[in-house]
């Protein structure tokens, strides 16, 4: 086993040797040039893992949502909105031109679909677009269409 220990610029090594239920020091060595050049690499790269690269699960700048009309059969897809509530409420907008009974189906910082099994549509969401479709399949029925698909940061 060893333990490592920061003796002025230079990083000592310790190699100590289990004894009973305690360790004993059989030798150092110490980590110069080079070889301290990557240590301290290392630390840092490690350090900047552990705290700084932490990013939120929406960090996204853009969001797609659709909003769906049962009473018209209508939807609305809106993307690249900067929030959630942004484009919820450009979908519910747009929809609402068409039919007063509109419902958020799907949001996502991703991507968004709306899928037709013959009874009811369902929203889904994923990382792609393909995600998305899969999910909204999944809670439909069989032999379901899909309907929209569209990405947040879809052009």
Same mark, same amino acid.
Request: hydrophobic fraction near 35%; charged fraction near 15%.
């Given at each position: 086993?060893?333990?490592? @220990?920061?003796?002025?610029? #230079?990083?000592?090594?310790?190699?100590?040797?289990?004894?009973?239920?305690?360790?004993? #020091?059989?030798? &150092?060595?110490?980590?110069?040039?080079?070889?301290? #050049?990557?240590?301290?690499?290392?630390?840092?790269?490690?350090?900047?893992?552990?705290?700084? *690269? %932490?990013?939120?699960?929406?960090? %996204?700048? #853009?969001?797609? =949502?659709?909003?769906?009309?049962?009473? !018209?059969?209508?939807?609305?897809?809106?993307?690249?909105?900067? +929030?959630?509530?942004? %484009? !919820?409420?450009?979908?519910?907008?747009?929809?609402?031109?068409?039919?007063?009974?509109?419902?958020?189906?799907?949001?996502?910082?991703?991507?968004? @679909? *709306?899928?037709?099994?013959?009874?009811?549509?369902?929203?889904? &969401?994923?990382? +792609? %677009?393909?995600?998305?479709?899969?999910?909204?399949? =999944?809670?439909?029925?069989?032999? =379901?269409?899909?309907?929209?698909?569209?990405?947040? +940061?879809?052009?």
């Amino acid at each position: 086993m060893s333990g490592w @220990a920061v003796v002025g610029c #230079n990083v000592k090594r310790r190699w100590l040797h289990p004894v009973g239920d305690r360790y004993i #020091n059989i030798g &150092t060595s110490t980590l110069k040039g080079r070889h301290m #050049n990557r240590f301290v690499l290392a630390a840092a790269v490690g350090v900047g893992l552990s705290i700084g *690269l %932490a990013v939120p699960v929406h960090a %996204a700048s #853009n969001w797609a =949502a659709i909003a769906y009309s049962v009473h !018209e059969d209508y939807s609305y897809t809106s993307y690249g909105q900067q +929030t959630q509530a942004q %484009a !919820e409420q450009d979908a519910l907008q747009h929809c609402s031109a068409k039919g007063n009974d509109c419902q958020i189906i799907a949001s996502s910082a991703d991507c968004v @679909a *709306l899928t037709d099994d013959g009874k009811s549509v369902h929203g889904g &969401t994923g990382t +792609t %677009a393909q995600a998305a479709v899969n999910d909204a399949l =999944a809670r439909s029925g069989g032999g =379901a269409k899909v309907r929209a698909t569209k990405c947040s +940061t879809d052009q």
